[in-house]
């Protein structure tokens, strides 16, 4: 079966770094995303990555290892407003979205 | 922007009653999804569309079914509304073409059937 895994919940304090991570086992590979989510509203798009390798946009970077079926989404410098939770989700063989149940991230003063 | 509008945020049905959901994209896309989200699990694909009067089942399109009469709009209709359908419904449109198929969503719409 077709499987994503992300850590259900994590806490960081405002100003600090976080690394919230993604392990995907599917049927082919055709490129990875991103989202965030905050409570009680739509997901939007954070990162693709297709190609192995680290893409940054501004405070948020998005890395990508196929080999070893991981990414992760590195935030830098939190705010209060990076509380949300955040999507992985995978394109697989079918050029379908496999998504992840989501991390939830709590920021502290 | 995109911006893809569900029309209701909340809605409270009856075991039984045909509810209809509605999406409107306003991008011009040719392909439009529904999915259901639900607390622990990742979004569950019910239906997608990619094209007018086109319908391809996802995961989950048991007890669901949807309409795509005009490109911008697409309706998921539960037929028999039954409580294990309380979820959060999010409908969501990308373009087809290009390399990278972002979709965009809506704001999603809560549904508690009793």
């Known amino acids: 079966g077709q499987n994503i895994d992300q850590p259900t919940e994590m806490t960081a304090t405002e100003g600090a770094i976080v690394q919230i991570n993604c392990t995907y086992q599917?049927?082919?590979?055709?490129?990875l995303f991103w989202y965030q989510q905050h409570a009680g509203e739509a997901p939007t798009f954070l990162s693709y990555?297709?190609l192995d390798g680290l893409e940054e946009k501004g405070r948020f970077s998005s890395f990508l290892s196929r080999s070893k079926g991981y990414s992760y989404l590195l935030l830098k410098e939190l705010q209060m407003k990076d509380s949300a939770s955040y999507l992985c989700?995978?394109?697989?063989?079918?050029?379908?979205?496999?998504w992840g149940a989501g991390t939830k991230l709590i920021i502290k003063p | 922007d995109v911006k893809v509008t569900q029309s209701s945020r909340y809605l409270v049905k009856r075991t039984g009653e045909k509810v209809f959901l509605e999406c409107v994209q306003d991008?011009?896309?040719?392909?439009m999804f529904w999915y259901r989200q639900d607390p622990g699990l990742g979004l569950r694909l019910i239906y997608f569309?990619?094209?007018?009067?086109?319908?391809e089942k996802g995961d989950i399109p048991e007890g669901y079914s949807v309409s795509r009469e005009k490109k911008e709009r697409f309706s998921l209709i539960l037929e028999s509304a039954s409580t294990n359908q309380t979820s959060m419904y999010l409908c969501?449109?990308?373009?087809?073409?290009?390399?990278?198929?972002?979709?965009?969503f809506g704001a999603g719409t809560r549904l508690s059937v009793l």
């Open positions: 969501a449109s990308s373009f087809n073409g290009g390399d990278v198929n972002i979709q965009y």
């Open positions: 991008m011009d896309h040719e392909n």
């Open positions: 569309s990619y094209d007018v009067k086109m319908k």
């Open positions: 599917t049927s082919g590979f055709n490129g």
């Open positions: 990555n297709v």
């Open positions: 989700a995978v394109v697989d063989s079918n050029y379908q979205l496999i």
